[in-house]
């Protein structure tokens, strides 16, 4: 296995996270409360942070009713503003170190100290009353200068007799491989079995099925296929006999970059592809990258692309009675709140009309062009040889994929996908149950999740 890819330290005012230096148990030094009791300053080994204390007590997760709200207590119901910080201090909760806080109202809290560090860069002030920067990518993708693509064992992943903990820290490897906002994004598996070829064609028991099983327990449920089958992309007749009344679908053409089930309303996260028969030359292109070279050279273009909605669709017609599917979306999303890339919804063969103003559309497309045109650069598409045997798995949201050419036939694809949300439950549920015993898991239910991914790392160093 390659080396573990962790998330980069948060950099706060210069400063990098305390995790690289210093223990989990001793860096938040000290903090103190202002005259009126309206905030606390935390004094971390790495710099100092100020919170209000209506955010405090909003936040907090343990007490009699945890992280749970109820008419009561919910902050809706709650006047503005009206809760003052009678005492803080770092204390002790349980071995671990805590920032216990109490309120004019009677309540009280103990933060975990590596909680509230990890909160810091989002709601935070710096001294001086700066705004802690918010989160942010700070790798731009991959272009084929930097790209060092992963890879990972079919066998290490269903090795027999491996201890749990051995397993969940191969499965945090994978998933951050695939979802860190600094990681490739596309991973490839080695080590595989010799296929079932018969197996494979008929859409059952594929390895593509069974190792997104293995890695996240489900695969996507499709309306049409039914449970854990596979889709085949082929050049063999049955196959394409299927797809005749899709024209402009031909395994043998030039397959734009694309993201699979763009038209769907929920589009799938994480893609495996796998060739079992046939020879093509397949691509890949980093979204971010593509997306910041747009931004570079074409701001304008840039912001249509993000802000104009489009409409895709497509009829799926080899199903038998066919399956019309459409949505309506932009084509870039962003983390809310946020100017950090999260989602690309992007497929050539399925993007119909442009759903802007009349002034605005001759801008809109120009930026589709502008962006198609960055994709294909040798810089940012990355072309790979694909041989029957070959497997890559990929991130559906950050990483497009197409094809160039068909080398020999017959050629069969072999595709499986997982969706959004059994993907980040998976994410989140190894990250919680690394840190069963450490700190109380109540306290991880409002944590988005590239801060519970960070927290992970603050403890478990």
Sequence with gaps: MPATILPEPFVTNGHKSVANGHSANDFALSCNTCTNGNKITVHF???????????????????????????????????????????????????????????????????????LRVMAPIVALLPHGETAPKPSDMNKGWTLHTLDIPEVSYKDIFADNIQQERMNDLMLTILDHLLLPTSPGLVRVVDLPPPNVEDELNHVNNLNTILLKKIFGSVFMHPARGADKSFNVSSRAVEAEKRKELPNYDTNQVLLPHADHAFYEQPIQVQGWYILEGESENTWVSMPAALETLKEEAPDSYHALCNTPLALGRVSAFYGQSVFQMTVDTAVSMVPGTDVFKRIRWHPNFIGSLLCPYNEYKEARLAQQKFL?????????????????DMFVWDNFRVLHGRERVFSTPRTGVGQTVSEQVVHDKWRSLCIGMLAGVIDEQWFVHLPMQQLRELVRLVRK
């Design 373 to 389: 045109e960055i994709m294909r650069r040798p810089t940012h598409q990355l072309k790979v040889h694909l041989k029957a045997g």
């Design 45 to 115: 080994q790495d710099g100092e942070f100020t919170f209000h204390s209506q955010w405090l007590h909003d936040s907090r997760c343990d007490g009699p009713l945890g992280a749970a709200r109820n008419a009561a207590t919910a902050i809706s119901t709650q006047p503005p503003e009206t809760l003052r910080i009678t005492h803080a201090e770092i204390g002790k909760n349980g071995a671990r170190d805590a920032v216990e806080v109490a309120w004019d109202n009677g309540d009280s809290s103990a933060f975990p100290v590596e909680w």
